[in-house]
Structure formats: structure tokens, C-alpha cells
């Protein structure tokens, strides 16, 4: 079971008291005071591990917490420390405040320990309090309290690039075609109901990370159809592959702008995320339908073309644009990478599209490690 969300009471283990004790042996008649400390309580850690990839393991445990401290004993000795407590989490998991919203924690790193909460701090057993005034302490500290809160878990995907787009516009084909990822595949809406990651090879040596999300439909930001749910998941991705559908009944221009206004409307910040655009299902039109398609396409978003994907050795019978600068349209804020129309099942472009997502997450990658 996919689960990605989580709502968990956290709490720190209780320090244990001091002790009350005094020393008494034969022979040793003013023994004087020897209570010893409580042990400090248990503590509560994050801590990052890739075989997770999922938050079930803690759907259901409504109240997690850390062992108390024991108390201090007679002779000095000192109480037990309370075992800590370790919370494994898969990465790109944050932690929320239920009480405030605020984001506490981003776990992304693999192998990252987190300490959450501290145990609470032991007492001081009664062998702290004598002196010369006191010679016979009748008093210890109890241990401080733990710490709670109520807490989320978000698990948000991360991911080199993002597959958006309507529903059954072939996400799930693309990423099983490209990638070692087997999601569901049928000729049916919301066939992807839960996010799914797979590993694109390219060559030996190089390699990035996919994301398919549920279909995306107008008023998904507002809580229509699944997008609303699991948009967050492409918060993280570095880019983001626009699909349109060019057998379907609405119109590409429509289609993008769509996607492009809910993805805006959900996060100022993927608005402005880099993208590409892939246009599916071509098999099931003519080249020259496909063509004429593209070509109006670009003419009603404005964009001025000219063919820069040569290299990835697209079929010369489609055709594939790279874009010039000047656009002259408000709309995208990023211009796109390349548009290249593909087809999964007949495998028509689909290497050149593998090849040009490789040096577009490349590109991104440089920029932002310059920035």
C-alpha cells in the first residue's frame, strides 16, 4: 500500500527521578545522604533510508514514543538512561507541525540521523543537597518531562524529472518504455493512482530518476480528480515533462496552458520549473497529421522554432523543435528545453526523447549548482 501521509503523536522520554537514600552499614553511624541521579529519557530520531519508499510502516501507530529514564538508587548509582527511539523515513519526507503548519524538518539525505526530540533531563538524587546546614537532605528532583508534539509526515518524491499531463495521455507507457518501472498501463482515466519512480539508463554509466503522477485535469489545484493529492510529489523534481496528447478530443494548446495554470495555481515555484514538452500518441495519426499538428501547435502558443534536436537522431519523417529565445507570450514563464511528438508503444522517438531529457536535467543540474 502507497501511503505518503501520516499523522503521528511524538513524545520523549520522561528523565527519572532522584533518588532519596542515605548510607547505612554497620560500623558507620553517620552514613549521610547518597541518593543517586534519575537517567535522562529516551530521545526521538529521523533517520533516512532509500530501501523505505513508503510511510506504511507507520500508518496506524497513532502515539510514538521514547522510553522514560529510570530513577536514581541507594550507594550513588545512577539511574538507567531511557532507550531512543529512531523513526526510519524514506527521503524527501517532512515533518509539519499539526499545531502551528510550520515545516520542522526536510529529510532528503540517505543515511541522515535527525535528532527530533530530546529525552527529558534526569533529577538529582538527594547526595546534591547536603551541606553544612543540611546534613540530612530529605529532598531529590523529579525528572523533567518529555516533550510531544503532533506531527505529519509528507512524503514528496524525488526525482529528476516530473511527468505532468491529462489523464491516459501515456505517462505510465513513457516511463515502463524508458525506464525499469512496470506501472499499471490500460486505455482507461486514472489507470495511475498512486506516484510511481523509475531509473532511466543512459548508457553504462549515466543514468536519472522519473516521476509518473496521477493525470492532471482542470481544477486539480482546487481538489478535482487525484492531482490535487499528489502534486506535491513533483514539488522536488529538477524538471518537468509536459505531455500532450495529440489524439485527443481538447485541443494541445489547450491541454498545456491547462497544465501549465494548475501547476501555477498549486506552486509559484514549479510555474517557473524548467520544462520540456512531449507530445504522445502519434502512431495512431499520419506523419503528415502529426506535423501539421505540431506546426499549428507552436504557431497558436507563439513560439518561433527552429530544429535543434538533430543530435538525438529523431525520425527525420516528425518533427522536433528546439526554441529560439524571444517568444513574445507571457505564458510559459520558462520557455520549454524541446518539443519532440513520441509514441511509447511503437517506440517512435522514444530514444531521442531518453537522450534529450539526459542533457536537459544535465543543464539544469550546471545552473543550479552555479547559482
Not at 538524587?125 to 546546614?133: D, L, R, T, V, W
Not at 522554432?305 to 505564458?331: C, E, H, I, R, V
Amino acid at each position: 500500500m502507497f501511503v505518503d501521509s501520516v499523522e503521528l503523536t511524538v513524545s520523549s522520554g520522561k528523565g527519572g527521578a532522584g533518588a532519596i537514600s542515605f548510607w547505612t552499614e554497620k560500623f558507620v553511624s553517620k552514613g549521610g545522604p547518597d541518593g543517586g541521579d534519575g537517567g535522562r529519557g529516551g530521545s526521538v530520531f529521523f533517520k533516512v533510508d532509500n530501501n523505505t519508499d513508503t510511510l506504511s510502516a507507520l500508518r496506524g501507530r497513532n502515539h510514538i514514543k521514547a522510553e522514560n529514564g529510570r530513577p536514581g538508587e541507594g550507594r550513588k548509582c545512577y539511574g538507567r538512561k531511557g532507550h531512543d527511539t529512531i523513526i526510519t523515513v524514506p527521503p524527501g519526507t517532512t515533518v509539519v507541525d499539526m499545531e502551528t503548519g510550520e515545516e520542522l524538518l526536510d529529510l532528503v539525505n540517505e543515511g541522515e540521523v535527525v535528532l527530533f526530540l530530546e529525552g527529558g533531563k534526569g533529577g538529582l538524587g538527594n547526595m546534591h543537597f547536603k551541606s553544612s546546614s543540611n546534613q540530612r537532605p530529605t529532598y531529590a528532583q523529579p525528572g523533567l518531562p518529555g516533550i510531544t508534539k503532533h506531527v505529519r509526515l509528507e512524503m514528496k518524491l524525488i526525482a529528476d524529472v516530473g511527468l505532468v499531463g491529462y489523464p491516459n495521455v501515456g505517462k505510465s507507457t513513457l516511463i515502463s518504455t524508458l525506464s525499469n518501472a512496470r506501472p499499471q498501463v490500460a486505455n482507461y482515466e486514472f489507470t495511475t493512482l498512486t506516484p510511481k519512480l523509475g531509473v532511466v539508463h543512459v548508457g553504462d554509466f549515466d543514468s536519472f530518476m522519473m516521476a509518473d503522477i496521477p493525470g492532471i485535469i482542470e481544477g486539480a489545484s482546487d481538489g478535482r480528480g487525484l492531482g490535487l493529492e499528489f502534486l506535491k510529489h513533483i514539488e522536488r523534481t529538477k524538471t518537468l515533462l509536459l505531455m500532450i496528447d495529440a489524439a485527443n478530443y481538447r485541443e494541445m494548446k489547450y491541454q498545456y496552458e491547462t497544465l501549465l495554470v494548475e501547476l501555477k495555481r498549486y506552486s509559484e515555484t514549479l510555474a517557473t520549473r524548467k520544462h520540456a514538452i512531449a507530445i504522445t500518441k502519434i502512431d495512431s495519426l499520419s506523419q503528415e497529421e502529426v506535423n501539421a499538428l505540431t506546426e499549428t501547435f507552436l504557431a497558436d502558443i507563439g513560439l518561433e522554432a527552429n530544429n535543434t534536436l538533430q543530435k538525438y537522431k529523431a525520425d527525420t519523417n516528425y518533427l522536433s523543435y528546439g526554441f529560439k529565445t524571444d517568444f513574445g507570450l507571457q505564458l510559459p514563464e520558462e520557455k520549454p528545453f524541446f518539443v519532440l511528438p513520441i509514441s511509447s508503444v511503437a517506440h517512435l522517438n522514444t530514444e531521442a526523447l531518453r537522450y534529450a531529457i539526459s542533457d536537459f536535467v544535465k543543464m539544469v543540474k550546471v545552473e543550479q549548482e552555479a547559482e
